[in-house]
C-alpha cells in the first residue's frame, strides 16, 4: 500500500502558457502533501506544503502567484505553473503524509517532467 | 534552519566492493531517513532512524545514526549494478516537512 501517483509523467508546454500536475494518493488518504522541484544533478527542494481544505504554505522565495496549490480532498493535490517559462523546466515531485500514520514518513509520486519550450 | 550535507557527492565502485555514504546535520535529527532515486525518477524509501545509536538493516544496506543524532551513514555491503542511483537523505523539520541532503551518486562498475 501507500501509492502516489503524479499525471502527467511527463509534458511540454509552450512559454506563457500554464500547466497542471496532479498528485494523487491512490490506496490512502494523505493528512498533507508535498511538492519539491529538482533540477538536474541536484537534490529536492521543498516548495510548498499543502493540507486538504486549506491555503499551501510556501517556502520562501517560491512565488504563490506562479506555483498554484489546490488541495481539494484527501487523494488529492494539484500544482499548476502559470505562466510558464523556460527557467520552470524541471523535475516535479509530490509527496504526501498518510492520514493516521504515527510516523512522517513521505511516500513519494514518481515525478513530472516539466520542460517549458 | 537545518541544513544536511552528504559525502561523497559522487562515488564510483567496483562491483563487489563495499561503500559508505554520510550524511551530517547541523543539528539533532529526530528521524532521518534515506532514500534513492534513479534519475528522473521517483524517490524509493530506504529506511528511518530515529533514536540515537540505532542501526538498520535491508538486504545489503544498513544505515547508522549517531549516538549524538547528528550523523547518519549508509553502507552497502558488496554493491551491485543494481545498487547504482543517487541516495539522498532527509530530515524531519517542524510540520512534518522534510530536508534534503545534495545526494550522493553511486556508480557500480561491473
Not at chain 1, 502533501?33 to 517560491?62: C, D, H, I
Not at chain 2, 538498520?56 to 555491503?77: N, P, V
Not at chain 2, 510540520?95 to 553511486?106: A, C, D, R, S
Request: hydrophobic residues 30%.
Amino acid at each position: 500500500g501507500a501509492v502516489v501517483s503524479q499525471h502527467p509523467s511527463w509534458v511540454i508546454c509552450k512559454s506563457g502558457t500554464s500547466v497542471k500536475i496532479e498528485c494523487r494518493s491512490l490506496d490512502f488518504q494523505a493528512t498533507t502533501m508535498f511538492w519539491y522541484r529538482q533540477f538536474p544533478k541536484q537534490s529536492l527542494m521543498l516548495m510548498a506544503t499543502s493540507n486538504e481544505g486549506s491555503k499551501a504554505t510556501y517556502e520562501q522565495g517560491v512565488e504563490k502567484d506562479k506555483f498554484l496549490i489546490n488541495h481539494a480532498s484527501l487523494t488529492l493535490s494539484t500544482l499548476t505553473v502559470t505562466s510558464a517559462h523556460p527557467e520552470d523546466s524541471s523535475f516535479y515531485i509530490c509527496s504526501a503524509n498518510k492520514l493516521g500514520s504515527a510516523s512522517y514518513e513521505q511516500y513519494f509520486g514518481p515525478g513530472t517532467r516539466l520542460t517549458v519550450t | 534552519s537545518q541544513e544536511l550535507e552528504q559525502s561523497p557527492q559522487s562515488l564510483i565502485v567496483q562491483e563487489g566492493k563495499n561503500l559508505t555514504i554520510n550524511c551530517t546535520s547541523s543539528k539533532t535529527l529526530y528521524g532521518l531517513y534515506w532514500y534513492k532515486q534513479k534519475y528522473g525518477e521517483g524517490l524509493i524509501f530506504l529506511m528511518m532512524l530515529q533514536k540515537g545509536g540505532e542501526e538498520k538493516s535491508h538486504e545489503k544496506i544498513t544505515a547508522k545514526l549517531d549516538e549524538k543524532k547528528q550523523q547518519s551513514s549508509l553502507h552497502i555491503t558488496a554493491s551491485q549494478p543494481s545498487h547504482a542511483g543517487i541516495y539522498l537523505c532527509g530530515a524531519d523539520e517542524f510540520g512534518g516537512k522534510l530536508i534534503f541532503g545534495q545526494g550522493t551518486e553511486l556508480s557500480v562498475k561491473p
